[in-house]
């Protein structure tokens, strides 16, 4: 049976660099709370997600979108349907109403702290960076099942400072790897556009 859930610090064996000694859950901690102290190769702050405001247009267009599905849905008698359709109305709705926090991010010797979690380079497999909602941010994928991806919006730090130090330790990819999940929410927000 396939095992989905992984502790942190637990990396798959045909995905771990054959360097990598394995570390026991408390050395792998103690590991992490010393990343959080190390002195950063790379530091800058920026907003926690990419935004931009959006037009009253976008909000009518949710809203008339979650009416007209939630209708239906309540036709057919699904309920628990209809309030997870509400629910992702309301996600998106204070997704681009409130504006993000703003977070740090620290290129450190042995990995990457952001927003006050640490991850180990072990912990990391390839970065790219890609435009998104006008903002460059910076991609990472980790060997965990969650998160399988860290994204860091770049900000005002230079992208090729930041390819130089994380170059050092991961692969750079120009193209990033999609699934089919994303391929198609991309094709879905290009064919219709809710602003």
């Known amino acids: 049976m396939r095992k989905f859930f992984r502790r942190p610090g637990e990396v798959k064996k045909e995905s771990a660099p054959p360097e990598v ?30 935004y931009h405001k959006r037009k009253k247009i976008f909000y009518i267009n949710v809203a008339l979108l979650v009416l007209v599905i939630g209708t239906i849905v309540f036709l057919f008698g699904e309920y628990l349907l209809l309030a997870v359709i509400l629910s992702l109305g309301f996600v998106s709705y204070v997704l681009a109403a409130v504006p993000p926090q703003k977070v740090e991010h620290k290129i ?18 390839g970065f790219w960076f890609s435009k998104k909602d006008a903002e460059e941010v910076l991609f990472i994928d980790t060997r965990f099942f ?50």
Do not use: C, N
């Not at 709370?33 to 907003?47: D, F, I, K, T």
């Not at 450190?108 to 497999?125: E, P, Q």
């Open 21 to 50: 000694e394995p570390l026991t859950q408390e050395e792998y901690e103690a590991k992490k709370r010393e990343l959080m102290g190390q002195h950063p190769l790379l530091e800058w702050a920026s907003p926690a997600r990419p």
């Open 108 to 125: 450190v010797k042995d990995g990457v702290v952001s927003a006050g979690h640490a991850y180990l380079w072990r912990d990391l497999k």
């Open 146 to 195: 969650i998160p399988s991806r860290l994204a860091l919006v770049v900000g005002d730090a230079s992208i090729e400072q930041l390819k130089a130090k994380i170059g050092a330790y991961l692969k750079f990819r120009p193209e990033p790897i999609t699934s089919k999940i994303e391929r198609a929410s991309e094709w879905l927000v290009r064919k219709v556009p809710l602003e």
